[in-house]
């Protein structure tokens, strides 16, 4: 099988650099006071062997970036995101694949914040923003069904869709759920429905990811949808309640260092993942660590 690798977490990375970074503005801050910073995290990845980098636009929302800011510089702000990760590709000369970053709209975690009405206002900048510069979209941390289905009919064109669920990790489930309590096997099928051309999991615990990929690959096979890759991008966090994910600043497990990071992901490629990464917490050693042994 051959393995896509993803680059890991931005927002660890741009405190490394010193870069500004706080709540509620979280990666977005960088993009307002540092955009350079930004670039060099995706330049960083990318010689750490990262073959798809991720757009810093993952907090340019109302949720982080309060609703009169959001306005007045959310697709501006997208567009920075996208030509920063551009660049970065260029200046490295690698044939290095773009994902623009569309993230939960109001808030991670928080499937009950969510507001059909509003998905348009807040996902059409980013979309807008993010165009010229991506090769494929990713709707990440997504708690719910109901998110990816609300994005699919705005995007602009046939350009790859990805999809990552996150997976309840505060507490024991007989399956596994989305945080929405949703299973995966729903939102498999959902997503074939969908048409989407990946289904990952990501921003939760490694310890949930590997029968979540299970079901998925066989849900596939049953559909006849052999053809969707899969893939996860786990967090370096201790479990997360629903309400927790923006709180503020969370530990990074001790636990989870490169080689013990590198022991879930290749448990996680013989689930049949095919495409590999780093959430939160996931830093520029575990993905080097990753591209080492896995490509």
């Not at 702000?77 to 623009?100: E, F, M, N, P």
């Not at 923003?129 to 109901?146: F, H, K, N, R």
């Not at 992901?265 to 917490?281: F, N, P, R, Y």
């Amino acid at each position: 099988m051959t393995i896509t690798l993803l680059d890991g977490g931005m927002s660890r990375e741009l405190m490394r650099l010193n870069a500004p970074f706080r709540q509620p503005e979280w990666s977005a801050l960088a993009l307002y006071e540092q955009p350079d910073a930004v670039q060099r995290v995706h330049e960083n990845f990318i010689a750490t062997g990262a073959q798809v980098i991720t757009t810093n636009s993952y907090a340019v929302v109302p949720f982080h970036i309060g609703d009169r800011r959001f306005h007045a510089d959310g697709k501006t702000l997208a567009d920075l995101a996208g030509r920063l990760a551009k660049s970065a590709v260029q200046k490295s000369g690698k044939a290095v694949k773009i994902a623009g970053s569309l993230p939960p709209l109001f808030g991670s975690y928080r499937p009950d914040l969510f507001r059909p009405g509003q998905v348009k206002s807040i996902a059409q900048p980013l979309i807008d923003g993010l165009a010229p510069y991506v090769d494929l979209w990713l709707c990440e941390t997504q708690s719910s069904i109901i998110e990816p289905q609300s994005i699919k009919p705005l995007l602009p064109d046939n350009r790859p869709l990805w999809v990552s669920f996150t997976l309840k990790d505060d507490e024991p489930t007989p399956t596994p759920q989305l945080r929405s309590g949703e299973t995966v096997q729903s939102a498999v099928q959902k997503m074939t429905e969908l048409s989407v051309d990946a289904i990952l999991f990501n921003c939760c615990q490694p310890e949930v990811i590997g029968q979540a990929l299970q079901i998925t690959r066989q849900t596939l096979q049953r559909l006849n949808a052999g053809q969707i890759r899969t893939g996860a991008y786990a967090n370096a966090f201790a479990p997360q309640q629903n309400n927790s994910a923006n709180d503020g600043l969370d530990e990074v497990r001790k636990d989870l260092d490169p080689q013990a990071y590198l022991n879930w992901a290749q448990q996680w490629v013989q689930a049949g993942a095919g495409i590999i990464g780093g959430c939160c917490g996931i830093g520029l050693e575990h993905i080097k660590m990753l591209s080492e042994n896995l490509r």
